[in-house]
């Protein structure tokens, strides 16, 4: 049987940190549930490039201050062994 690979959710993964760690997290074995609120442009741009390297991944998008919509990211995902809470909100300077 082949072993299943660890999973990692990542929040605010479409761009910057986010997609930098989905891409260190593909090169040691994960695969990847891409979490993004307004970037479905770079979240599908950055899966094709993640898939490429062999994960698989799952896109996600919730707005996180909406509480039934955090309770709808988890819905149907493999089980995820790596959570990282890296969405933010980047006000305009």
């Known amino acids: 049987a082949m072993k ?3 999973c990692a959710l990542i929040t605010g993964g479409a761009k ?3 997609a930098f760690l989905a891409q260190q997290l593909v090169a040691q ?3 990847i549930v891409l979490h993004y609120r307004s970037s479905a442009t770079e979240a599908k741009a950055l ?3 993640l898939e490429a390297s062999g994960a698989t991944v799952t896109l996600r998008q919730a707005d996180l201050e909406d ?3 955090v309770h709808a990211l988890w ?3 493999p089980p995820v062994s790596l959570l990282i809470n890296n969405a933010s909100y980047y006000a305009r300077d």
């Open 67 to 69: 509480a039934g919509a």
């Open 4 to 6: 299943t690979k660890p």
């Open 75 to 77: 819905q149907g995902l």
């Open 47 to 49: 899966a094709q490039t």
């Open 16 to 18: 910057r940190i986010g």
């Open 29 to 31: 074995g994960y695969d």
